[in-house]
Antibody, heavy 115, light 110 residues
């Protein structure tokens, strides 16, 4: 079935980077964009960016421009979200979600930034 | 960046009807914003209920419907069930192709 499986929880120190993966299965990987969304504890959803797995083109919200990088590996059907210069405000659950009607979301990856 | 506004909280009686709305700081919401509606229950990932204003996924209960109402996107729940108690988020797309989520509506069925 169509599925997105994300990597496990991470604990990082301020100033570090984190890289979260999202492995797709059950559909043609290169046919659908992938969104990344985050949710801080007790807060709402926040759109971060999108990648086209076919050509690798990306688009980010201005808030994260320069600090977030989305990449993909077509051989493993995996999309990656890397966020750098982490602060405590980046503590959140990070989700991937398939574009075009958003039919499926990953289970989420908790990233905790703490000294 | 545009600001997308939703009611912070609403309450509906079991079996009742409630409408959640989604407005944009840039003006009236139209079909060109391709409104989406998501449901999220505590500890779970969001689930997409409505896409492109009024289209349902196969798993979307028939009691949910999407529309445009008074310059806003709207999600109407007719015949609320206890399991509909959740947080609901809308998402609007803009010409810069950077969609924006609303702040969410906490729906209580009581």
């Amino acid at each position: 079935q169509v599925q997105l499986v994300q990597s496990g929880a991470e604990v990082k120190k301020p100033g570090a980077s984190v890289k979260v993966s999202c492995k797709a299965s059950g559909y043609t990987f290169t046919s659908y964009h992938m969104h990344w969304v985050r949710q801080a504890p007790g807060q709402g959803l926040e759109w971060m960016g999108i990648i086209n797995p076919s050509g690798g083109s990306t688009r980010y919200t201005q808030k994260f421009q320069g600090r977030v990088t989305l990449t993909r590996d077509t051989s493993t059907r995996t999309v990656y979200m890397e966020l750098s210069s982490l602060t405590s405000e980046d503590t959140a659950v990070y989700y991937c979600a398939r574009g075009e009607q958003w039919p499926i979301w990953g289970q989420g990856t908790m990233v905790t930034v703490s000294s | 960046q545009a600001v997308v506004t939703q009611e912070p909280s609403l309450t509906v009686s079991p079996g009742g009807t409630v409408t959640l709305t989604c407005g944009s700081s840039t003006g009236a919401v139209t079909s060109g914003h391709y409104p989406y509606w998501f449901q999220q229950k505590p500890g779970q990932a969001p689930r997409t209920l409505i896409y492109d204003t009024n289209n349902k996924h196969s798993w979307t209960p028939a009691r949910f419907s999407g529309s445009l109402l008074g310059g806003k996107a709207a999600l109407t729940l007719s015949g609320a069930q206890p399991e509909d108690e959740a947080e609901y988020y809308c998402l609007l797309s803009y010409t810069d192709a950077r969609p924006v989520f609303g702040g969410g509506t906490k729906l209580t069925v009581l």
